[in-house]
């Protein structure tokens, strides 16, 4: 079974600019968490779909940020326009229908490093 | 207060080591724990789950919880070189998991 992909690996731009970042869930996966982790941290949820609605968005700084998930698949997260406080690690994960119990699976992460 | 509290090491131990991991949470209607494994530049990955106060035994790994003091530790026996990586509690109540800051364990050859 293929695990959750991210793209790109790496990202280093300058502050003001905008990047986006890619994910693709484990197939047959309602539920789809899009996560910040700063360095020393562990990872704080920024926002949570089901299926392609939006479940919790409350941490998601949306004057800057955004994300959708076109069909209930593959989802898109935007920083627009970048701080230096959004260098980070951007980790996706998807479990089968949300629930608690429901394990969660992460992806390797995008590395963002804003200058 | 930080809804999890976790010391984030490094935490040095020889290999064959007994590891002791310590989480401390502050919402009594946290109900489910977790523990996550994260290798350097990977993603976190479930370790051991538990749902009640007690122990839950997993080869090497015990993870146990307390509600009544709000604690939550994972021991790790017979420790090798491959357990090195950071460790995160997590706990939910319902939906939003909550991760601690991780504790990052060194197990030297």
């Known amino acids: 079974e293929a695990g959750v992909a991210q793209s790109p690996r790496y990202k280093i731009i300058e502050k003001r600019q905008s990047v986006a970042f890619w994910c693709n869930p484990i197939?047959?996966?309602?539920?789809l968490y899009w996560y910040q982790q700063i360095l020393g941290q562990g990872p704080k949820l920024l926002i949570q779909f089901q299926n392609n609605g939006v479940v919790d968005d409350s941490q998601l700084p949306k004057d800057r940020f955004s994300a959708e998930r076109l069909k209930g698949v593959d989802s898109t997260l935007k920083i627009q326009p970048a701080k230096l406080e959004d260098s980070a690690v951007y980790l996706c994960?998807?479990?089968?229908?949300?629930?608690?119990?429901?394990?969660?699976?992460f992806g390797p992460g995008t590395r963002l490093t804003v200058l | 207060q930080k809804e999890v509290e976790q010391d984030p090491g490094p935490l040095s131990v020889p290999e064959g080591a007994i590891v002791s991991l310590n989480c401390t949470y502050s919402n009594s209607a946290f109900q489910y724990f977790m523990w996550y494994r994260q290798y350097s530049r990977k993603g976190p990955e479930l370790l051991m789950y538990t749902y009640s106060s007690g122990n839950k035994e997993d080869g090497r790994f015990t993870a146990q919880v307390d509600k009544s003091s709000k604690y939550i530790s994972l021991f790790i026996r017979d420790s090798q070189p491959s357990d090195s990586a950071t460790y995160l509690c997590a706990t939910t109540g319902f939906q939003k998991l909550v991760f601690g800051t991780g504790t990052r364990l060194l197990v030297s050859p």
């Open positions: 197939s047959g996966h309602a539920t």
């Open positions: 994960a998807s479990s089968l229908l949300g629930r608690a119990i429901d394990t969660q699976y």
